[in-house]
């Protein structure tokens, strides 16, 4: 088990050299903000979770609200926010995931429909949670080929809302032209990523995006990291697994899992941890972090954008 101890030492202090090199780059260290993001829908805070927010003086708080996907061309939610009430002493921004989908299929006139029903669904939450956010946050992986449905839906959801547009950016996204997104938009997320097609694709490549001073990317001033590289994998579903699951004794992961090499292990028996259900046979993925791209990831960030947020994935 001293792989996974490894790399989350390693992790660690990847974290600590990002959030080094954005106070020291700021004129004012207190320019960069330290928030989480919720992404469980049974929304809750535990006491160490709270203490946590209170520690890292964080404002905001982006919470998971619902996902949009399609079924035989018409949209619905799923997964929307339940649970406790929302505190009240934070910012809480809504974040709307939308499947790949979606986007793929609908035209124009339905997307429209597609905001419309966002906006009024959005409100719905609003008045039971009590809340009146003024930023909402869109997480959506386009590419190519869904780009044009994309900015039209961006363009027509802040045309609609009287809020903030906020996006995730992910790195195989900043080869194409931001210009026409960034018009509509008040900020960009950045999504730490360690994807392999990207990877593959641009670091070693002269051309790449990470050795360029990007253009129309400014609205990009926010970075989201997620709790580690480590996902439980049940049948062809992966979730995400927080750094604290390491914080466990030694002896007890021992005890539940069986390594098959260097990245990948098989839980014993049933596990449970926190609110997750782990059965006998799930596995447990090791992604590394590649070292080129943890180099080019932190001289990208400091040659392009002057980051005043952090935001970690999941409260840890």
Not at 177 to 188: A, L
Request: with cysteine.
């Amino acid at each position: 088990m001293s792989k996974l101890y490894f790399y989350l030492v390693e992790f660690k202090v990847l974290l600590l050299l990002i959030v080094s090199l954005l106070f020291f780059s700021c004129k004012d260290k207190n320019e960069t903000k330290i928030n989480f993001y919720v992404t469980k829908t049974n929304f809750s805070l535990s006491k160490k979770e709270k203490l946590v927010l209170e520690q890292n003086k964080s404002e905001k708080l982006y919470i998971n609200f619902y996902t949009i996907k399609i079924k035989q061309n018409k949209t619905y939610p799923t997964y929307i926010i339940i649970g406790d009430n929302l505190p009240e002493n934070k910012k809480n921004i809504p974040v709307i995931k939308i499947d790949y989908e979606v986007l793929e299929e609908l035209k124009y006139k339905n997307i429209d429909t597609l905001v419309n029903r966002i906006a009024q669904l959005n409100n719905q939450i609003y008045k039971i949670k009590r809340i009146k956010p003024l930023e909402v946050l869109i997480d959506y992986n386009w590419n190519l080929a869904t780009k044009d449905n994309y900015f039209y839906f961006i363009e027509k959801l802040s045309k609609l809302s009287n809020q903030k547009i906020s996006i995730f950016v992910r790195p195989n996204q900043l080869k194409y032209n931001q210009k026409e997104i960034s018009n509509n938009v008040s900020s960009g997320v950045f999504i730490f990523s360690n994807e392999n097609n990207f990877i593959k694709n641009e670091l070693f490549n002269k051309n790449s995006v990470l050795n360029k001073e990007l253009k129309n990317t400014n609205y990009i001033d926010k970075l989201l990291i997620p709790s580690l590289f480590l996902y439980h994998k049940k049948n062809k579903n992966l979730t995400c697994i927080p750094i604290s699951f390491l914080n466990k004794p030694k002896d007890e992961i021992d005890e539940n899992l069986k390594k098959i090499n260097s990245e990948l292990f098989i839980f014993k028996r049933n596990f449970k941890f926190n609110k997750l259900l782990i059965k006998q046979k799930d596995s447990l993925i090791l992604k590394k972090i590649n070292p080129i791209f943890k180099k080019k990831l932190l001289s990208f960030l400091v040659k392009n954008h002057k980051l005043n947020e952090i935001i970690f994935k999941e409260i840890n």
